[in-house]
């Protein structure tokens, strides 16, 4: 928005985002999933502060892929079959993060480990 710029009814000002009951979703592939249960323990490491290690729990995985709840979803019909991997929306809530100083923003990307033993 600029000084002096009208509003339209409907349209967004800002947007609000609350800074505890963090959460991530990663997605994985769907062969993975045989292994994956809620409540296990995940480390993941934030590509904007190296060396830090944030602290997790699987607290959900989705009910269907990505892409059948994508506005437009996918429509490969080419005539030949290729079997694609899906990949399937994991919640995971952060239990430990990087501290004030290094906040988790929407749109960081990550990579999740998760305990499976």
């Not at 590509?47 to 429509?75: I, R």
Request: glycine residues 10%; charged residues 20%.
């Amino acid at each position: 928005m600029e000084a002096g710029q009208l509003v339209q009814g409907g349209q967004p000002l800002l947007t609000l985002v609350a800074d505890t009951g963090a959460y991530l979703t990663a997605n994985f592939k769907e062969t993975q999933l045989s292994v994956i249960r809620v409540g296990q323990k995940a480390e993941i490491e934030v590509d904007s502060y190296p060396g830090c290690t944030v602290e997790g729990l699987v607290e959900s995985v989705s009910a269907a892929t990505g892409a059948k709840f994508a506005l437009l979803p996918p429509d490969n019909s080419t005539g030949n079959f290729t079997k694609v991997v899906q990949r399937v929306p994991v919640r995971l809530q952060v239990i430990r993060g990087c501290g004030a100083e290094r906040p988790l923003r929407p749109g960081m990307s990550v990579t999740v480990h998760i305990a499976i033993k």
